[in-house]
């Protein structure tokens, strides 16, 4: 079992950043993929990135490559996710997710889920 907490959320003007941190508990940390998935109002849940823990590979959605920047410290039990140039149309709740098998895309393969935290985006 794996437990998530999100934090780093908050309302950041257009072109700014903020860092979304997840804690993760449990021994295996470094044994899990690690990504991070958003969900607008009216939206289904996207991807967003992943890290493999098996190939040290990080994936992103096009829309925020060059711009959001995926990464772990496994001493610490966290992953993060760094976003730059923030647009108005990053605003969701982003979650984080772990899974030790499966970094796709796709959210159903992934087992374990934070609460999410809001990314609002202003204009």
């Known amino acids: 079992q794996v437990q998530l907490v999100e934090s780093g959320g908050g309302l950041v003007q257009a072109g700014g950043s903020l860092r979304l941190s997840c804690a993760a508990s449990?021994?295996?940390?470094?044994?899990?993929?690690m990504g991070w998935f958003r969900q607008a109002p009216g939206k289904e849940r996207e991807f967003v990135a992943s890290?493999?823990?098996?190939?040290?590979?990080?994936y992103y959605r096009n829309s925020v490559k060059g711009r959001f920047t995926i990464s772990r410290d496994n001493a610490k039990n966290t992953v993060y996710l760094q976003m730059n140039s923030l647009k108005p149309e990053d605003t969701a709740v982003y979650y984080c997710a772990a899974d030790p098998r499966s970094s796709s895309d796709y959210d159903r393969s992934w087992d374990y889920w934070g609460q999410g935290t809001q990314v609002t985006v202003s204009s």
């Open positions: 890290t493999s823990w098996t190939s040290g590979r990080t």
């Open positions: 449990g021994r295996t940390f470094s044994s899990y993929h």
